[in-house]
């Protein structure tokens, strides 16, 4: 490579030397004060309540209503009337009881990092995308991709869930009390599905990681979702969690099948590149 | 780290399969991701945080483990997209669910504190 003059090149951002990825060391003492939620979060109280009614409001004045009680320290808020409306409770990065008394929408709930969401009704598709942290309970059915590209905390849906549930799942554990449709769990990296009813077709197809628990009858396994063993620990850790949602498996938690990756297409070695490169 | 945990981590090469063998590489995590979390094992820090979330157990720490960068014993920081490494001060127990806890506790200490660097991306970039 020819020398780049070094004044010029700097100036225009360019340099000869290898890029490498950016380290950043942080210190923090342990023993700091015992601070349990976010530095930017609102300090909410729950036992102080509010009710929205969003009858003739847009969906951005809903959140931004939301928002607002909020930062006024309520931590407790019913949205009355959602009619319905796609994109609603989405973003909250806080601790609050949100409660929706009707359905809502396509992608309700996303973005969420915290707060504890109950919602009486249904919901559209890619409910919960890209939650992060918290709870939502939905009480009657959901349409597709269900808790899309999910990182964490518990999506529960009592009824049952469209087609492509938990696609790219990466943590998290979502719970359908029913049915869920095909290609359930495709593409998952991490965290745990159970299904208390049957699954459709192509479950856990190309499935990285992760446990997918079913309760019913799966139509067809998906390349590369192989039957794992249920541990003593599995049965503990699902007792416990469908008790906190007063769910029960239909045929008891013992008799549930637990699914994992086979891993046959794990490729991604520093060999594979060269020995492709023989091939073609 | 104790002795047991480093033969495991340090020690151990991770070559099991053909492939691995072929390759001089370990192919996946060093920890098993899939461990579902033993409640008997929480600690009181944790059960505070939860209690004072709303929550009837780990919620999104469920997903938490204790890894390791290079040799040394960390845990991920999804928030960062980096590792916080554990101190070789803190002796850590054998057991996996053990270690787990520690790493949930280390890494909601380090999350919350005002040294966090969400805190200056927050400053920097929020826009409402």
Known sequence: ?280 | MSNKEEEFVVGADGLDTDREKDIGQHIGYRYDVNLVPDLKFITPFLQKYIDKMGWKDLNWLEDVHMGYEEDQAAVFDRNINGWVTIPDSIKLPDNQQERDMIARELLIKFQMSENHPMVDLNNAYRKF
């Open chain 1, 1 to 280: 490579m020819a020398k780049l003059k070094q004044d010029k090149s700097h100036e225009m951002g360019l340099h000869e030397e290898q890029l490498k990825g950016r380290t950043q060391q942080r210190f923090f003492s342990i023993d700091e004060s015992e601070n349990l939620t976010y530095f930017h979060s609102f300090d909410v109280d729950t036992s102080k309540s509010a009710t929205i009614d969003a009858q003739d409001m847009t969906p951005r004045e809903i959140n931004r209503e939301i928002r607002e009680l909020m930062e006024k320290g309520i931590g407790d808020i019913t949205v009355d009337n959602p009619m319905s409306r796609h994109g609603v409770g989405v973003g909250i990065l806080n601790r609050l009881n949100l409660t929706f008394s009707d359905s809502l929408g396509y992608f309700g709930c996303g973005l969420i990092d915290g707060p504890n969401v109950h919602i009486k009704g249904r919901v559209g598709w890619s409910c919960a995308e890209n939650m992060m942290a918290g709870t939502v309970v939905i009480d009657g059915n959901a349409g597709s991709t269900f808790g899309a590209a999910i990182r964490g905390g518990d999506l529960v849906c009592k009824g049952s869930v469209g087609a492509r549930t938990g696609i790219d799942q990466k943590g998290g554990t979502i719970i359908v009390g029913g049915k869920t449709g095909a290609f359930s769990g495709f593409m998952m990296q991490r965290g745990r599905m159970i299904i208390l009813g049957d699954a459709g077709m192509n479950l856990g197809d190309s499935m990285y990681d992760g446990t997918i628990y079913v309760g019913g009858e799966v139509e067809e396994l998906g390349v590369d979702c192989v039957p794992g063993e249920m541990t003593e620990l599995d049965i503990r850790y699902l007792t416990e969690k469908l008790g906190n949602y007063d769910m029960k498996a239909p045929n008891g938690i013992e008799k549930m099948q637990k699914y994992v990756s086979g891993k046959t297409l794990w490729n991604y070695d520093n060999l594979e590149p060269n020995e492709k490169k023989l091939i073609l």
